[in-house]
């Protein structure tokens, strides 16, 4: 078995492996094939809610870990089985190339149910092993790092998937089932990583009865109130998350290869500050993470509203808009995970982890699934509000953007004994940053002072406007820190509202 830190750079590369593999096998370039074949709003609803939808197999697996001694192998047959289960819809229509374009449809939404079912039944069973085997001071550091190569992996995946459709010359067909493939044997070799990453025995609950196990992380109120707020959350995003692919290219216009490339950028947006959210809720909690994600969540569904209709100017109007959102994915991530671990028991964490992400994720493939039949209902409606023009796109991201808002509002449901308040948490990161943009011109006067001397003695006349006297004297003495005070400081910490 690896040492914890071999184990720790084998954690990181399987999950660059495993991104790869997700961006591959589930791109825009699947939203692209499937409407190839004629797929309209209610099949995109049913693919987007599919992922969110199965996680009611964490339960599953939830009640079956309390039984077992290890998880590994059941957990490895299960990932591999799910990492295989795509490969007859990338290569079916070349071996059977009778079959119908709905056919093919219906076979895409079913294997990847199928594939769905068995990443949710395996998802938890590692989580809780991660949780068991990783030191808890410094994880969500460490999930940080995880989560910054993850995005640069992503954003080099589909980078590199962008340009094989363009320059490949082969049909979306063909492209899709290479992609495919590729991903596939990535996300395999993800796996086998993890055969020698030590594994401590299961800590089972003392009487795992059913519904005890079940109950178990209800009856705890403080991680009530965060899935409650969890399944308000993803309500409120899968309201008009699922469709902005389908949006970008059937709406504005956008060619698969630049919503590739729109997708690529914002992992690289995402990759830049997940370190640093990773640091923060080590330091401050992941409460006060979760909330200033949280915050800024509808920039991305104001983006899509506003943006004109030519696919060149949405681009680069969008780039800025997905780069943070993606930063704001990685935080809530990161935060998420942070929470789940560090406040649920060694015994039954798995059903902790199951009940938040779960509950969550099948109301918000509920919620997928109705926006979907929604957006179908809606075609070919049309409005126009002082020159504004509002069809069931716009309805579905202005549902999103007022439910994020709410979402906002309800944060303050969720309690973290350990976490400082948000507010005391954003004064000192604002102050830190304060001072670093001060130190930097307090070192950079010097430079320029420097550089303008020779001007001032072979032009005498520029000495009166070359710097300022008083800035020069600044410059000259030695730069101080000056501490943050002290109340932004002190260990505050944010008072729920009861339940």
Not at 156 to 174: D, K, P, Q, R, T
Not at 252 to 267: E, P, R, Y
Not at 325 to 338: K, P, Q, Y
Not at 449 to 462: R, S, T
Request: charged letters at 10%; proline letters at 6%.
């Amino acid at each position: 078995m690896w040492s914890l830190n071999g184990a720790k750079r084998a954690i990181i590369v399987a999950g660059c492996l495993a991104a790869a593999y997700t961006q591959l096998t589930t791109s825009p370039a699947t939203i692209a094939y499937i409407r190839s074949m004629g797929a309209n709003e209610f099949h995109i609803g049913i693919l987007g809610a599919l992922p969110t939808l199965m996680l009611f197999m964490q339960f599953v697996a939830a009640v079956m870990v309390n039984h077992l001694r290890y998880r590994r192998h059941w957990w490895f047959w299960a990932a591999l089985t799910h990492r295989l289960m795509l490969l007859p819809t990338a290569v079916g229509p070349w071996m059977f190339p009778g079959y119908s374009s709905e056919f093919w449809i219906w076979v895409l939404l079913l294997t990847t149910a199928i594939n769905q079912t068995l990443l949710h039944f395996s998802s938890p069973l590692w989580l809780s092993w991660m949780g068991d085997y990783l030191p808890h001071e410094g994880l969500s550091s460490f999930w940080g790092s995880r989560q910054l190569w993850m995005q640069v992996t992503a954003a080099a995946s589909l980078l590199a998937a962008a340009f094989f459709v363009l320059h490949s010359g082969l049909s979306l067909e063909v492209s899709y089932a290479v992609m495919t493939c590729v991903g596939t044997a990535l996300g395999v070799i993800d796996l086998l990583l993890f055969r020698k990453v030590f594994e401590p025995p299961v800590k089972q609950v003392p009487s795992p009865r059913l519904w005890s196990v079940l109950a178990e992380p209800f009856r705890n109120c403080e991680f009530r109130r965060y899935i409650g707020f969890m399944c308000f959350w993803n309500f409120a995003a899968m309201a008009g998350a699922p469709f902005i692919s389908l949006y970008l290219l059937a709406e504005i216009g956008m060619d698969l290869f630049h919503v590739l490339m729109l997708w690529t950028i914002s992992w690289i947006g995402g990759a830049m500050l997940s370190r640093t959210m990773g640091r923060w809720a080590d330091l401050h909690g992941s409460q006060p993470v979760l909330v200033m994600c949280v915050a800024l969540k509808s920039s991305n569904m104001l983006a899509l509203l506003f943006v004109p209709r030519s696919p060149t100017i949405a681009f680069w109007v969008l780039t800025p808009c997905f780069m943070l959102d993606a930063v704001l994915n990685a935080g809530i991530l990161i935060a998420n995970n942070g929470f789940m671990i560090k406040n649920s028991p060694t015994e039954n964490r798995t059903m902790y982890i199951a009940a938040t992400t779960a509950i969550a994720g099948m109301v918000g493939g509920i919620t997928s699934i109705l926006a979907g039949w929604m957006m179908q209902v809606l075609a070919g409606f049309h409005v126009e509000i002082l020159g504004f023009s509002i069809e069931n796109f716009q309805i579905m991201f202005l549902a999103s953007i007022v439910l994020r808002w709410a979402a906002f509002y309800l944060t303050r449901y969720v309690s973290e004994p350990s976490a400082r308040h948000t507010w005391d948490v954003v004064t000192e990161i604002a102050n830190g940053i304060h001072e670093q943009c001060s130190r930097r011109l307090s070192e950079t006067l010097p430079t320029a002072q420097a550089a303008i001397k020779p001007m001032v003695i072979a032009h005498p006349a520029l000495a009166t406007s070359a710097l300022p006297e008083r800035d020069v004297g600044t410059a000259s003495l030695p730069h101080r820190r000056v501490p943050a005070p002290q109340r932004a400081r002190s260990p505050r910490k944010r008072q729920s509202l009861p339940s």
